[in-house]
Each structure stands twice: as structure tokens, then as C-alpha cells.
């Protein structure tokens, strides 16, 4: 049965001070549920999105063409919904768009109330820990005190691990999915690639190109390219791609060596080779819908998250004041954010004689994989919450 | 050697409400039975996809990690009691693993199947390498790389200085205190740094 839902918004007129610093002010959080809040309010899930996804986690929108409905399906939809592991009969699931993104909530495309105009590259700085004020704050609209789980992937398991430190009484798992505690200088390196791609694009205007009627789309695409290189592995792209060109895709290799179609083009302009085309598809799908600021916004909040910076680098004692129980998993072909990030997390739990188990999972896809299906990883999380639902029904029972 | 009277004998060697480790945990049950009868905490360690999961469902905590490339996730005498429970046998680094076990837990307990049980003895001597319940396995097929004896692990222990506080053997469910060597099928080791 397809799971139709609808996203929702909430305004919030107060200040919200920042980690910088500057505050903001009258601004929307989206968001999503799926399933129903039970009466003690004990079995609400909080799904924290990555990089480039949004409260958009399970279902379809309604749509009257099948095909357009079907295209709308949520990023995280193989995981969440009726009967999946993570189960909406038996959970309350939210979605929520942080602050900063482009598809709701409160963006640098939206109207700065007090300069009355479009915040551009005004916008402030915001950080994971302000994103998880953020979604303290909604989830107190919703009156849901304590979260039966937080769960995210990637900079969501950043926010579901920041979660258990700012509001420790406030979580009761988390599922902290290829993540790690920071980024490398390796990564950082990247996300600085990208947001120079961006920046120097000359339709950015300085993050003012709404105002021009421009969007850097160039930087955008570069942007992605580099990013969608690093999300998947070697193998997994020699796999898919190989070396195939472009125009003898579908051809069977005797006929690609002798034919015209398996030539060269002996031109350094064309798209020669798949995987450049490929690449070229993602980066140019992601540039009509991603908004640049939203980038560098989204990026810079991943090199600044370090909850340890504040302990002289000592991630035990960052992770002293958790309370939650945690699942940690990781995928051995993940270099972005590899399984030795997350036996630094699983370490300093330890450390800390906190609940935790991790699996490390043997799956080719590279990083890509925490959002695809591999038995052996759906199947932890399954049982994972399954436990987190025996939890809740002893203490209702009790 | 899951039987529930070999890991009531082994639990009884566990003090109550220890931080426990158990490497090579399998699908928990040892872990979930010291929780809920001697108030324990603790953590297992296991490679196996199979068994990370049984331990999920049953609620233990799992670390996923291959024994073979070391205990460095933890520190020193970080835990009361560090469990070696028919693991030695399947590690590349046993040596190693015995010593970490002593580094890492203040009682390191080590349980593992004695070759020179009287029956594996009989068929050697006749010739064939021994079949049996506790060594189920044909020698071309058995996941047991390491095969040692009761008289074997002290050597070992000694050897890497470690001071052996008991040791015995278990048959049938039941501690086996006379020439355990001979009479039981499993060999168990207490020891501390």
C-alpha cells in the first residue's frame, strides 16, 4: 500500500540565538509524521536529514499521474514506513527541513524580516547543534518531551549524536548511521572544492544572484559532481561504468572494439567516456532544484561539527553526558565517512561505559549505501527498533 | 557449547554486577544470562553478520569487529572481566589474544576445547583425527585453526607471565577438578596479569 502523506509547516516567532552568536528570528520549520503518536507520547522517531534531502523521509505526495506520484517517493522510504524497519504502524516518525535548506523551512531564498529583503548570502551561519534547537523547539509544539529514537545518516547521525549531548534526558536511542564525530581534513577539502566551484561561479553574485535572476548553475553541478564521486566507491563505479564510452553503451564488446561506435572521438570537449556522462545528468538534475547558498550553508555545518573541540579534542568527555542507548553502523567501502569514524564514536562510548552496539557492514556501495537496501544492514535496524518497540509497550504495560 | 549447565559453570566464575567482555560473544546468550542472572554489564565482540544480529534482537550490546586485528578499541584493565569462551580456537593471533585479554580485563577467563580429552587421545591413537560433540568438525572442514590442550593453555599462560588463579575442566555441564587434562572436554583458565 502506498503511504500518502503531506508536509506541514510551523512558524516560529522567536528568536532563535545561534552558535555564531547572531540569532534568527520569525522563521518556518517543515516537517512531516508518519504513523500516530501513541497517548503517553513514548514512540515518536526523529529522522535528521544529510546533506541534499529534506523532511521528505517516507511516503508519496498525491498526485493524480501515477508517474509524477511515484517520483515523489521519500529518500529514506526503503527504511521508513507501514512494515519497514523502522515500522509507522507502531512509530510516530518526523521529517523535519532544518533551517537553512531549500525545500521549506527557512532558507537563504526566503525573505530576511528584518532587512525586507531575500537573506542571500545574509543568512546566518548555522551549525548542527542550532539545528538541533531548532528541532527541540518543534518538537515541544508537538508536545513530544522525549524522543523514543533519533536516527539519521551521514551529517543526520551528526544531529542524532549532537541530539544525546544537548538534550541528553531528551533521547532514549540513537541511530547514528555512517557518521563520524568530525570531518577529516580530507573532507573538509572537498566540501571546500565544492563551495568554490560554487562561489566562483560569476551567476552568484556574491549568494545574491536571486536578485540578478541568475542561479550559479555551473558551480552547483560541479559541486554535485564532486560530491556524487565521493559517495560512491571505486569498485562500485567500475562496476556500474567501467570504461565504457558513452556511445557504445548497450553494445556487446566485440562490436564496440571493431565498430565506429566503440571509437574514440579523439576530443577533449565531448562526453567520451559514461561516467562523465553520468555525472554530468546528477550534477545538472541537482542544479534545477538545490539552491547554492543552501551548499555552502549545509557544508560549512559539517566542517564545524566537533563535539569534542570544546573537551581539548577528548571525545570521551564529549560523550560523557549522553544517556541514550546507541546503534552505530558503518560500510566498509564508506571513504567518506569510514568505518574508523565510527569505532572513534563506538570507542569513546565504550569509554564511557555507555549501551552501544555497531555493525560494521561488508557492502560495496561506498557511503552511498547507508540509503540503499542490504539485508544485513535493514535487518539490524529492524531488529533494533523492534527492541526499542518491546521498551515502550513493557513501559506502557508497567 | 551452549548448553545451559557449561554456561551456568562458566557465569559462576563471573562476580555478580561485573563490566564484562566477551570476545567472540556468538549470539549473546552468555551476555544475556550474566545480565539477567549477575546483574552484569557489558559488551560483546563478534565478526559473525549472523550473530551481530542475534545479539541486536536479544538486546545485548555488539561490537563488530574481527578479534584478529586486536583489542585497541580498549584501554587497560577497562573491564572486570574479559571472557574468551570458545573463541582462542578460531584466532590467527592467539597468543596475542590471550595476552590482550589480561591487558584489557582485570580477570581474563578463557574456556576452550582440550584435545587430550580421553577420547580425542583413543582416536588419534587409532588413527584419526576425533569426531565428536565438542569437536564436531572433520579436520578438512573445521573452523578450528588452533587445537591445543588443557596442559598446553597453562604452558601458554606461564609463558606470557600470566598468573593462572584457577583452572579445571568441564564435562558434561560439570566442573572436572581431577587430571582434567584426561577427563574433560573442555579446558577452563582464570588468570590475571
Redesign the interface.
Known amino acids: 500500500m502506498t503511504l500518502i502523506v503531506q508536509s506541514q509547516s510551523l512558524h516560529f516567532d522567536e528568536p532563535l540565538l545561534l552558535q555564531s552568536g547572531k540569532s534568527i528570528h520569525d522563521y518556518d520549520l517543515t516537517f512531516e509524521t508518519y504513523g500516530t503518536l501513541n497517548t503517553d507520547k513514548s514512540n515518536a522517531v526523529l529522522v535528521c536529514h544529510a546533506l541534499n534531502a529534506s523532511h521528505h523521509v517516507a511516503g508519496v505526495y498525491a498526485n493524480t499521474d501515477a508517474k509524477i506520484q511515484e517520483k515523489s517517493t521519500g529518500w529514506w522510504d526503503n527504511m521508513i514506513g507501514p512494515g519497514k524497519p523502522v515500522d509507522t504502524d507502531h512509530f510516530f516518525v518526523i521529517g523535519i527541513n532544518n533551517l537553512g535548506s531549500c525545500f521549506g523551512s527557512t532558507g537563504p531564498m526566503h525573505i530576511n524580516p528584518d532587512a525586507k529583503k531575500i537573506y542571500g548570502a545574509d543568512f546566518p551561519v548555522v551549525t548542527v547543534e542550532d539545528w538541533v534547537n531548532a528541532q527541540a523547539l518543534l518538537m515541544d509544539k508537538l508536545g513530544i518531551k522525549v524522543l523514543a529514537a533519533l536516527m539519521g545518516g551521514s551529517l543526520g547521525g551528526m544531529q542524532a549524536l549532537s541530539w544525546t549531548l544537548q538534550y541528553p534526558d531528551r533521547v532514549r536511542h540513537a541511530v547514528v548511521i555512517a557518521s563520524a564525530p568530525n570531518l577529516t581534513a580530507e573532507n573538509i577539502a572537498f566540501n571546500e572544492v565544492a563551495r568554490r566551484a560554487i562561489v566562483t561561479d560569476p551567476d552568484f553574485h556574491e549568494g545574491h544572484f536571486y536578485d540578478y535572476g541568475v542561479i550559479p548553475k555551473r558551480g552547483l553541478r560541479i559541486a554535485r559532481m564532486i560530491g556524487h564521486i565521493t559517495y560512491l566507491s571505486d569498485d562500485v563505479m567500475n562496476a556500474k561504468f567501467g570504461r565504457q564510452l558513452k556511445q557504445s553503451l548497450g553494445l556487446d564488446a566485440a562490436v564496440k572494439v571493431n565498430s565506429q561506435a566503440g571509437a574514440y572521438n579523439y576530443s577533449t570537449l565531448d562526453v567520451e567516456f559514461q561516467i562523465e556522462s553520468y555525472l554530468r545528468h546528477q550534477g545538472d538534475k541537482f542544479a534545477e532544484y538545490f539552491d547554492a547558498n543552501t551548499y555552502l550553508l549545509i557544508t560549512r555545518a559539517l566542517d564545524y561539527f566537533d563535539p569534542a573541540r570544546q573537551f581539548g579534542g577528548d571525545l570521551t568527555k564529549a560523550l560523557a553526558i549522553a544517556k541514550a542507548k546507541f546503534?552505530l553502523i558503518s560500510f566498509t567501502t564508506d571513504w567518506r565517512f569510514s568505518p574508523s569514524r565510527s569505532?572513534e564514536l563506538?570507542?569513546a562510548l565504550?569509554?564511557n561505559?555507555h549501551?552501544?552496539?555497531?555493525?560494521?557492514?561488508?557492502a560495496p556501495h561506498g557511503h552511498d549505501a547507508f540509503l540503499l537496501d542490504d539485508p544485513?544492514y535493514t535487518?539490524?535496524v529492524r531488529?533494533?527498533f523492534?527492541?526499542i518497540l518491546?521498551e515502550i509497550s513493557l513501559k506502557v504495560a508497567a | 557449547m551452549s548448553d545451559l549447565a557449561t554456561m551456568q559453570a562458566i557465569a559462576e566464575l563471573v562476580p555478580m554486577g561485573s563490566r564484562v567482555l566477551d570476545l567472540g560473544c556468538g549470539d549473546g546468550a552468555l551476555l544475556d544470562y550474566l545480565h539477567s542472572t549477575r546483574n552484569c554489564t557489558g559488551y560483546g565482540i563478534e565478526i559473525d553478520d549472523a550473530n551481530v544480529l542475534a545479539c541486536v534482537k536479544r538486546g545485548v550490546n555488539v561490537i563488530q569487529l574481527n578479534l584478529d586485528e586486536g583489542l585497541a578499541l580498549f584501554d587497560d584493565a577497562s573491564f572486570d572481566v574479559v571472557l574468551q569462551i570458545d573463541t582462542l580456537q578460531h584466532l590467527r593471533n592467539a597468543e596475542v589474544m590471550l595476552r590482550e585479554t589480561a591487558r584489557v580485563g582485570r580477570l581474563g577467563i578463557v574456556a576452550f576445547p582440550n584435545f587430550a580429552h580421553w577420547p580425542n587421545r583413543l582416536s588419534v591413537l587409532l588413527g584419526r583425527m576425533p569426531v565428536t560433540r565438542r569437536l564436531p568438525y572433520q579436520w578438512y572442514d573445521t573452523p578450528n585453526i588452533r587445537v591445543g590442550t588443557h596442559a598446553d593453555l597453562r604452558e601458554l599462560a606461564l609463558h606470557n607471565g600470566l598468573k593462572v588463579l584457577d583452572s579445571f575442566g568441564i564435562q558434561e555441564g560439570r566442573s572436572v577438578r581431577f587430571a582434567p587434562n584426561l577427563l574433560a572436554g573442555t579446558s577452563v583458565f582464570l588468570f590475571t596479569r
Open positions: 546503534l569505532r563506538v570507542k565504550l569509554d561505559n549501551d552501544v552496539s555497531y555493525a560494521e557492514i561488508d544485513r535487518s539490524i531488529s533494533y523492534d527492541s518491546n
